[in-house]
């Protein structure tokens, strides 16, 4: 059955703070995930991705967490930067194709 | 050089015409795509045509086609728009790699519809 990546609308985070954007999925077949960054007026870009085999993966300034027990998972942006502002979107693969839903809006605050 | 790109950017038009988007990649891609965006930001697939075919079709209404003359261009014509078809259309592909579509898929940047 679909998988919509679930997230609370709207985080404030100060700059240079650390980021945390959640996302929970529903359907428990869902092995592999991305995460896409969207900013104002652009199209959705790769950040990260995460396959079910492991709970965490690190990238340039991102980490991302995956608890399949509960399923969940967050990025976690270090020293949050106002470029960062802008809709993240955790993707779980279903099938053939991703759901992204709604995302999270990110707004750093300098 | 633009990797994904769309045409217009922008479309405003009134309710009961007919339009097109245009989509070109020049990533040499094999699959491309279609979402839709409202305005809350729910970014929802609509086709996938993996070189010319399509293998996603996602419930949505039959005034949407999709038109693919080669594996570089994935058109969107839309037959008698309607109010709640304004949103924000995006064009995205992805290479093949062995087993299918790669998952990393590369956005264009959007045509904002509106229907008035």
């Known amino acids: 059955g679909e998988s919509v990546g679930l997230h609370l609308p709207t985080l404030s985070v100060q700059e240079g703070d650390n980021s945390i954007i959640n996302c929970a999925y529903s359907?428990?077949?869902?092995?592999?995930f991305i995460w896409y960054k969207q900013e104002s007026g652009k199209g959705p870009q790769f950040i990260i991705d995460i396959r079910s085999n492991m709970d965490k993966r690190q990238g340039q300034r991102v980490t991302v967490l995956l608890n399949k027990t509960v399923k969940h998972l967050s990025l976690q942006i270090a020293a949050t930067q106002p470029g960062d502002s802008a809709v993240y979107f955790c993707a779980p693969l279903d099938g053939n194709q991703f759901y992204f839903g709604t995302g999270t809006s990110l707004t750093v605050i300098p | 050089d633009t990797a994904v790109s769309q045409t217009p950017k922008y479309l405003v038009t009134q309710m009961g015409n007919d339009k097109s988007i245009k989509c070109e990649q020049n990533l040499g891609h094999d699959t491309m795509y279609w979402y839709k965006q409202d305005s809350k930001k729910f970014l929802k697939i609509m086709f996938s045509?993996?070189?010319?075919?399509?293998?996603i079709n996602e419930t949505v209404p039959n005034r949407f086609s999709p038109k693919s003359p080669d594996k570089a261009h994935l058109n969107l014509h839309i037959n008698s728009l309607e109010l709640g078809d304004s949103a924000v259309y995006f064009c995205?592909?992805?290479?093949?790699?062995?087993?299918?579509?790669?998952?990393?898929?590369?956005f264009g940047p959007g045509t904002r519809l509106t229907v008035t």
């Open positions: 359907n428990s077949a869902s092995d592999y």
């Open positions: 995205a592909s992805s290479p093949l790699v062995a087993g299918g579509p790669s998952y990393e898929q590369y």
């Open positions: 045509y993996n070189n010319k075919e399509l293998i």
